[in-house]
Structure formats: C-alpha cells, structure tokens
T-cell receptor, first 113, second 114 residues
Framework: NAGVTQTPKFRILKIGQSMTLQCTQDMNHNYMYWYRQDPGMGLKLIYY???????DKGEVPNGYNVSRSTTEDFPLRLELAAPSQTSVYFCASSQGQGNTEAFFGQGTRLTVV | AQSVSQHNHHVILSEAASLELGCNYSYGGTVNLFWYVQYPGQHLQLLLK??????LVKGIKGFEAEFIKSKFSFNLRKPSVQWSDTAEYFCAVGWNSGNTPLVFGKGTRLSVIA
C-alpha cells in the first residue's frame, strides 16, 4: 500500500540550480497538491491539480512550476533555486473534491545554499 | 479569504494532563473539518474528521473533537495525554463550495513531559 510517494527525501541545492521534486500516488485520486512547510508557518499551498492536464496556483506559487500529464504523477519544478525556497515540501492527494481528506507523502527536505 | 486559526503555538503539558487545542475558521457555509498529527520527522496523518452528523467525533489514540457551528470552532481534546502524543497538530477546513483545497492552520506544537 504505497499511497503517496515523494522523491527525493533530502536534497541540497546551490542558488540558481534547478530540480524536480517527484510525487506519485497509486490511489487513483483526482486531486493532488503541493504544500511547503516552514517552522511556525503551517502548510502553505503552492499548486494543486483537479485532474490530469489541469493545474492551478495556490497561495505561494512564485518560483515553482507543475505539470499533471497523468493521474498518478504531479511533479514540482524549481527553476532557479533561492534560499527562500529552503523548506520541507509535502505532496498530497485526495479522492473527491478539495474539501475531502488529503493523504500526504513523506516529504522532501530541501536546503538551498 | 478563507482562513483557519489555531490559538496556541506551543503547548507544554505533563503526562496525564488533559488537552484542548483550539481551532476556528473564518466564515460559515457547509464545511468538512479535520485534525492532522505530525510526529517528529514524519508526514501528516489524519487524526479525525467531521463531515456531518454527531458534532462530537472520536478519532484514533483517544482523541476527540467537537464541532460548534455557532462558534465556527472545532477544538481537539484528549482527557489524558501521553509522552507519545508529543507532535505537531494541524486543524484543516474544507469548504463545500467549488474545488478549493483544504486550508490548514499554522499548527500547534505539543510537548508532553514526564
């Protein structure tokens, strides 16, 4: 029962580098989300998707891009890494509309130096 | 804008003490309510949820929460905490209007000391 799988678990990037955080789910959920978690700030929504081919911005989309070519995968792209993007990133998915239970991945801890 | 407030940033309790964590959301309408727990170094896991029916819901590990519609609140309670309850707790709200994703509070860190 894999659920939501994120890779990598940890990554250190230099300023200006790019990378893709991978997220895949095997529950056939329509909705997928990317959140970032910073100490004392809770979870902030970066992007979300209501189905393959459809994405929308969340609260903090600047500096990130997403795509949703399949139901299973929802990668998050950082094009020009900045120290402000140091954070823990969580991918999540849910079956129904956005107001239903979200299932989370294990997270990716990213440090930009 | 829709928002969720958690009143306590950090709560420190002794083992066997009772716990109540506050959660309020910004405005009404039909809502789904959730409490998630995040143990140190782990991802968020669902503790309990409310969609409809009895406003007092019971979750895992002895936790419960009460939905008070008139107060836009969904407070989390546990009669007697254990050291293993040390974690961060997040309240989340889903409004039944459109496709808006869950909105999370900023979290409350609970430290239980022996």
């Amino acid at each position: 029962n894999a659920g939501v799988t994120q890779t990598p678990k940890f990554r250190i990037l230099k300023i200006g580098q790019s990378m893709t955080l991978q997220c895949t789910q095997d529950m056939n959920h329509n909705y997928m989300y990317w959140y970032r978690q910073d100490p004392g700030m809770g979870l902030k929504l970066i992007y979300y998707s209501v189905g393959a081919g459809i994405t929308d911005k969340g609260e903090v989309p600047n500096g990130y891009n997403v795509s949703r070519s399949t139901t299973e995968d929802f990668p998050l792209r950082l094009e020009l890494a900045a120290p402000s993007q140091t954070s823990v990133y969580f991918c999540a998915s849910s079956q129904g509309q956005g107001n239903t239970e979200a299932f989370f991945g294990q997270g990716t801890r990213l440090t930009v130096v | 804008a829709q928002s969720v407030s958690q009143h306590n940033h950090h709560v420190i309790l002794s083992e066997a003490a009772s716990l109540e964590l506050g959660c309020n959301y910004s405005y009404g309408g039909t809502v789904n309510l959730f409490w998630y727990v995040q143990y140190p170094g782990q991802h968020l896991q669902l503790l309990l949820k409310y969609f409809s029916g009895d406003p007092l819901v019971k979750g895992i590990k002895g936790f419960e929460a009460e939905f008070i519609k008139s107060k836009f609140s969904f407070n989390l309670r546990k009669p007697s905490v254990q050291w293993s309850d040390t974690a961060e707790y997040f309240c989340a709200v889903g409004w039944n209007s459109g496709n808006t994703p869950l909105v999370f509070g900023k979290g409350t860190r609970l430290s239980v000391i022996a």
